[in-house]
């Protein structure tokens, strides 16, 4: 049920982990499992495209201080080179960096 509902939240990589992991895990932490929710990679990627340019994406991973960051260059500097220079870059890595998100969040909540 969890590959089913999550298989675009994680990278084909992550769920050989995922998979060896979810075997072993006992009922009780597979249900609290799937109360958990994921950030999708390619909505996020839409969020950085359309709110990047003032940190939302960074924001919603966790990310604070990039997030802060992002909007204090925006609002001090505005569509200047750097700004512009690291929307662009973010919106290449935002994808990776969910994975990464959801990686951390799923071992966390199976630690509980």
Not at 18 to 27: G, N
Not at 64 to 93: N, P
Request: hydrophobic share 50%.
């Amino acid at each position: 049920m969890f590959v089913m509902t999550n298989k675009e939240c994680f990278s084909t990589p992550q769920w050989v982990i995922i998979k060896e992991k979810l075997a072993e895990l006992p009922d009780e932490k597979a249900t609290m499992l799937n109360a958990t929710s994921f950030r999708n990679p390619t909505m996020m990627l839409i969020i950085s495209i359309f709110a990047g340019y003032i940190g939302v994406d960074r924001f919603m991973l966790g990310h604070v201080g990039l997030g802060i960051g992002k909007l204090l260059v925006s609002v001090l500097l505005g569509w200047t080179v750097v700004g512009l220079a690291w929307w662009v870059v973010d919106i290449f890595l935002i994808q990776k960096a969910t994975y990464e998100y959801n990686l951390k969040k799923f071992n966390e909540s199976i630690l509980i």
